[in-house]
T-cell receptor, first 111, second 115 residues
Framework: QQQVKQSPQSLIVQKGGISIINCAYE??????FPWYQQFPGKGPALLIA?????SEKKEGRFTISFNKSAKQFSLHIMDSQPGDSATYFC??????????FGKGTKLTVNP | NAGVMQNPRHLVRRRGQEARLRCSPM?????VYWYRQLPEEGLKFMVY????????ESGMPKERFSAEFPKEGPSILRIQQVVRGDSAAYFC?????????????FGEGSWLTVV
């Protein structure tokens, strides 16, 4: 019940395309859902986050869509750029300080 | 404003040796978290500390691992008698208070290799 399932494991997109990464969870106590971006050899950096009282949050080219009834949330990267090539992790937290992470999606944006 | 500082960045230990990983939180942050990342895996929570207190160590292996965050100085993650399976990236994060969502910052990690 503490798992966050993330898909796909890897994703290749052409420059200018839309990248979509999906996550699903079971624990209804989760109340905070962040996405992290990680470049090789670096620590994860917070990209965008959402709470379950809203269904969508947009920051620049990054949008989180949240479906509370389905217990799913997704990250959309519009107009994907080669500089977006990185590993993306969804995460969830609720009832404690622990962040539970998905296994990550390696995104490659081809020029 | 320096970020979360971790050292060493890379550490090689032989099986049976001890590894000590250090984390200095961001200025003004009194909450520290340690996570472990195995190859091709997401980060897994290990321990949450405040100054001089371990608040949640539910993700720490029962043996060989310990963590501290003294009144003065960095937080230390200590791994005794390392084994090959301990090879991983260890990330520290800090925040100014509990339950702070967008103010949790991760360091760049310490990569432990056990040979």
């Amino acid at each position: 019940q503490q798992q966050v399932k993330q898909s796909p494991q890897s994703l290749i997109v052409q420059k200018g395309g839309i990248s979509i990464i999906n996550c699903a969870y079971e624990n209804t106590a989760f109340d905070y859902f962040p996405w992290y971006q990680q470049f090789p050899g670096k620590g994860p950096a917070l990209l965008i986050a959402i709470r379950p009282d809203v269904s969508e949050k947009k920051e620049g080219r990054f949008t989180i869509s949240f479906n509370k009834s389905a217990k799913q949330f997704s990250l959309h990267i519009m107009d994907s750029q080669p500089g977006d090539s990185a590993t993306y992790f969804c995460a969830a937290r609720g009832g404690s300080e622990k962040l539970v992470f998905g296994k990550g999606t390696k995104l490659t944006v081809n020029p | 404003n320096a970020g979360v500082m971790q050292n060493p960045r890379h550490l090689v230990r032989r099986r049976g040796q001890e590894a000590r990983l250090r984390c200095s939180p961001m200025k003004g942050h009194s909450h520290v978290y340690w996570y472990r990342q195995l190859p091709e895996e997401g980060l897994k929570f290990m321990v949450y500390l405040q100054k001089e207190n371990i608040i949640d160590e539910s993700g720490m292996p029962k043996e060989r691992f310990s963590a501290e965050f003294p009144k003065e100085g960095p937080s230390i993650l200590r791994i005794q008698q390392v084994v090959r399976g301990d090879s991983a990236a260890y990330f520290c994060a800090s925040s100014p208070r509990a339950m702070s969502g967008n103010t949790i910052y991760f360091g760049e990690g310490s990569w432990l290799t056990v040979v």
